[in-house]
């Protein structure tokens, strides 16, 4: 059709063209050849007429798709954004579900784990065989407990009910008699109130009763020594250790967490200059709570920080994963502050694999400690958004390495080692021993070159890593080459 009006319109054009020639040559007396040049020049004029007005009307009809074009680039712009704010509530949601999930699952497979242990006990003491108490053993028992040791058959047997099975009979109150028994001998805290614990802790934390045991990082599979962990104990005035999993609690609910942490960082100070002078390859994690970063006290840890540069690439600060998850401003600034200074993270105590690695990255987060049961847990894998296969690699991606504690058995290391996992850290290498005293009475100056050696003799650098024979050791080849040589040096 286009090309039907295009002849057309050429042949008007000639047309009128011809026609203006023959009026020029027979009105107004023009030869046939000034004719001829009137009819060109009235068909070029023409021709160009007919192009411009064509181009104008193909600009008005593309400027109209361009506007057509932008109102449904607008549209699409605007349906992608609705899209992605629905994406985002979609996936708040599906995080909200999953919380709630783990939260719901983790308490009851702790009690499956605490039933399935008492069902081992109940078991192993159905089948032990029960032999008679001895007339001595009544005899040191009190009257009480012989009263209460009598009355507990005929409790279970009313009446003249027939007599049960004597072991059956009394499962139910021997065990966890003796389990409560053993936990009242055990508690480092018995018999004292929530105030009596948290003024022990305080006057622990005055007259620094607060011991640090260290823990052995190891590469794996070569088992070679790369890191110690510092662990807080507290020592009581009857000469007991406690963990610090159990006077933690009461420390924070005494709002005393800075004070225990600031006496920490201190010490691990002074660790770390004490390992510097041995190899400069050893690093130390100190562990530091988000309320510490939070309190007003926090600008003298960072004078502390400041004085102490020189150490900040073998010191990290380590934080629980529920701890970062809830900073908050005043937390993010007190990070940023010791970033500044040189020092890197830690986060450790992960319960699932759901971790934000770029943010960690960019926070000065370098390591990443997840318990070895973690990697072979169903319900954490599909909880996370990521394999635990991948795990390892994606932090790798954002220069932070891995590290699974709380190994206990070779078959765990075996299998870790197909999650690429680099170091190991657990009882299996060493348990945590604790440091000499005489560790921290001098970190710098002469005192320090001198004691150096007396130091490394005698494990003020730290426990050394106590594994299996079949193990392979950790030991560091310098540490078992030294001896020898200095014994062939005498001989010869």
């Avoid at 409790?155 to 409560?180: E, I, W, Y």
């Avoid at 190891?218 to 088992?223: A, D, G």
């Amino acid at each position: 059709m286009l090309r039907i009006s295009a002849v057309f319109i050429a042949v008007c054009m000639m047309l009128i063209a011809g026609a203006a020639g023959l009026a020029v040559y027979l009105r107004f007396g023009f030869t046939g050849a000034e004719s001829a040049l009137v009819a060109l020049g009235t068909l070029t004029g023409l021709a160009v007429y007919n192009t411009i007005a064509a181009r104008k009307r193909d600009r008005v009809e593309t400027s109209n798709q361009l506007a057509n074009l932008a109102r449904g680039s607008g549209d699409l712009a605007h349906q992608l954004a609705e899209f992605s704010l629905r994406l985002n509530t979609m996936e708040a949601k599906v995080d909200t579900v999953v919380d709630r999930a783990l939260a719901t699952a983790q308490p009851l497979a702790a009690e499956l784990e605490e039933l399935s242990a008492m069902v081992r006990q109940l078991a192993g003491s159905a089948a032990a065989p029960e032999a008679p108490p001895r007339e001595d053993d009544v005899a040191r028992s009190g009257p009480a407990e012989n009263r209460s040791v009598a009355a507990a058959p005929q409790a279970s047997a009313p009446g003249n009910a027939p007599m049960k099975a004597p072991g059956l009979a009394r499962l139910p109150f021997t065990a966890p008699t003796a389990r409560a028994t053993a936990d009242r001998k055990t508690s480092p805290f018995a018999g004292l109130g929530r105030d009596a614990i948290i003024a022990a802790i305080r006057t622990a934390i005055d007259t620094g009763s607060v011991e640090l045991y260290l823990q052995p990082v190891v590469t794996l599979p070569q088992r070679k020594l790369r890191f110690y962990e510092a662990l807080s104990r507290l020592k009581t005035g009857n000469g007991a250790v406690v963990a610090a999993g159990d006077f933690l609690p009461y420390a924070e609910a005494g709002l005393l967490v800075p004070m225990l942490d600031s006496f920490a960082v201190s010490r691990c100070v002074q660790i770390v200059r004490r390992l510097l002078l041995k190899n400069r390859d050893i690093g130390l994690f100190c562990n530091l709570s988000a309320a510490t970063l939070a309190d007003p006290g926090f600008a003298k840890l960072l004078e502390l920080m400041d004085a102490n540069r020189a150490i900040a690439s073998a010191l990290v600060f380590e934080f629980t994963q529920s701890a970062v998850r809830a900073m908050g401003p005043i937390e993010h600034a007190g990070l940023a502050a010791l970033a500044e200074r040189g020092f890197r993270f830690s986060m450790d105590n992960l319960t699932d694999l759901r971790v934000n690695a770029r943010e960690l990255n960019e926070r000065g987060f370098r390591f990443v400690k997840a318990p070895a049961r973690l990697f072979f847990n169903r319900l954490g894998a599909v909880s996370s958004d990521i394999q635990p296969a991948e795990f390892s690699d994606l932090l790798g991606r954002f220069g932070m390495d891995l590290i699974a504690d709380r190994i206990e058995h070779e078959t765990t290391v075996v299998d870790l080692l197909d999650y690429d996992v680099r170091f190991g850290q657990g009882i299996l290498f060493s348990p945590p021993r604790p440091m000499r005293a005489d560790a921290f009475q001098a970190a710098d100056g002469k005192e320090a070159e001198q004691n150096a050696p007396k130091v490394a003799q005698d494990n003020a650098d730290g426990p050394q890593p106590q594994a299996p024979a079949h193990a392979g050791g950790v030991v560091e080849p310098a540490a078992e080459l030294i001896p020898l040589a200095r014994a062939i040096m005498r001989h010869s």
